[in-house]
């Protein structure tokens, strides 16, 4: 993806969002993470484990009524 692309990406997601999601950092030369996106992907991580472990736990449950229903049948 060209930098362009991506800039463009980016400040439409901030757009959508209502938040900056990146700030210069004149002593690094570049861009850092604002406060507000930090707070986002952590909470992001956070859906994406909470999913993950619900999809596990109904995966179980659901090959353990197939297997007795197998067993009944």
Known sequence: MSYRAAWGRLRASEDRLGIKLVESNA????MTLTPASKALLEKFRRLEKEADAYLQKTSRELSALLDSDRQIG
Do not use: D, Q
Not at 27 to 30: H, I, L, T
């Open 27 to 30: 002593a690094k030369k570049g």
